[in-house]
């Protein structure tokens, strides 16, 4: 493992222990969940929209699963609170596994796009928003 690798690890590590945004929003502006099938993993995601009804205020996720899905998840909380639905649910997953910032076979894509996945529905459901084409890779996550 070279150094920049084992620092990854180490942010990863510190994200799966001590996760951001983690807890529920109680009536929630747009929510969902999705689990991983090859695994049984889940996350759940509650998002909060500020006055404009577009800008993120706040969101939290709950879940239960691998260091790198529960890691990437709170990475991504601490990406999008501040930007808006629409900027979301359009935003590349080279944007999130550039900050998960290891190298990961396709199993653990899957993993680490789960919590992204969960929020582009959770949008989608509430504001209309699209799911981009690039969801193609990741048909096996169940999400409702
Ligand atoms: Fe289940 Fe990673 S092993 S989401």
Redesign the pocket.
């Given at each position: 493992m070279n150094e920049f690798d084992a620092m990854y690890r180490e942010v990863i590590l510190d994200h799966y222990k001590n996760p951001r945004g983690h807890g529920e929003i109680e009536d929630a502006d747009a929510q969902a969940e999705g689990q991983?099938p090859?695994?049984g993993?889940e996350v759940a995601i509650y998002v909060e929209f500020g006055p404009d009804g577009e800008t993120i205020e706040d969101v939290k996720f709950r879940g239960r699963?691998?260091a790198?899905?529960q890691a990437a998840t709170s990475m991504l909380t601490e990406m999008v609170k501040g930007r808006s639905a629409t900027e979301v649910a359009s935003l590349p997953r080279d944007e999130l596994l550039d900050e998960v910032g290891i190298p990961l076979t396709p199993i653990?894509l899957?993993?680490a796009l789960?919590g992204l996945g969960v929020l582009k529905v959770a949008l989608h459901k509430a504001k209309g928003t699209p799911l981009p084409e690039e969801w193609a890779g990741v048909d096996e996550l169940q999400i409702s």
């Open positions: 991983n090859l695994c993993d699963g691998c790198i899905s653990r899957k993993c789960l």
